[in-house]
């Protein structure tokens, strides 16, 4: 039986370390006929960045099908609507039509191109929030007790927002000065685990379904 290919193209290199060393794993035990692969960003810079980086991946590789892990927090303006999207109601309406611009970016470049896009909200850090618990595999306590009263009332991590001062990974790094998001976070993910955090994340979670009915 064929593989089916799926490449993911990450912002940077604390979502590649994730996706090495617990997605990957994870979506290829659910269906063992995909096969992941991944490229980093490097910075988003403008949407088109996004764009050119796909189609020249696409172009080695074009049986494969691609998905994105890219931070709502700062995503390109440049992206057509980026305005009327940021003026509609609630934070799943938002992420879900900026996905649906990013699709229509790149399929009218190429139509052929297989995307399954996907924007994290509001960005990596965010899915840490599913238990704050797990932050003592190297941090005090009384960091994380001082980070939890500060996110208390959300209702949900995907719903914490992505101010400059008060995204997901500046709250952390406020309370908690040490924290390496190259290195603590995709840690921190993996011993939360998984099925933990489509648990607690919607968007999350709708994303993994999508992959798991890959064709």
């Known amino acids: 039986m064929n593989k089916i290919k799926l490449n993911i193209l990450v912002e940077g290199q604390t979502e590649e370390t994730f996706v090495r060393d617990c997605l990957s794993d994870y979506i290829e035990d659910v269906n063992s006929r995909v096969e992941v692969g991944y490229q980093v960003l490097y910075g988003v810079g403008g949407v088109s960045k996004i764009r050119n980086h796909l189609l020249n991946w696409y172009k080695s590789q074009s049986d494969a099908c691609f998905t994105t892990m890219i931070d709502f927090y700062e995503f390109p303006k440049d992206i057509k609507g980026y305005d009327a999207i940021m003026a509609a109601d609630g934070v799943y309406k938002r992420v ?7 699709h229509d ?111």
Not at 135 to 160: C, K, M, N, S
Not at 183 to 210: M, Q, S, V, Y
């Open 96 to 102: 879900s039509l900026l996905e649906k611009a990013l």
């Open 105 to 215: 970016e790149v399929g009218g470049a190429n139509p052929a191109l297989r995307l399954v896009p996907y924007i994290q909200l509001h960005e990596f850090e965010a899915l840490l929030y599913t238990d704050l618990d797990a932050f003592e595999l190297f941090y005090e306590r009384w960091q994380i007790d001082r980070l939890r009263r500060e996110v208390r009332g959300f209702a949900t991590p995907e719903h914490i927002d992505g101010g400059i001062q008060t995204a997901p990974s500046k709250r952390i790094l406020h309370h908690i000065h040490d924290y390496s998001k190259r290195t603590a976070g995709p840690r921190i993910a993996a011993n939360i685990g998984i099925e933990r955090l489509r648990d607690a994340c919607r968007h999350f979670d709708e994303w993994l379904k999508k992959l798991e009915k890959l064709k």
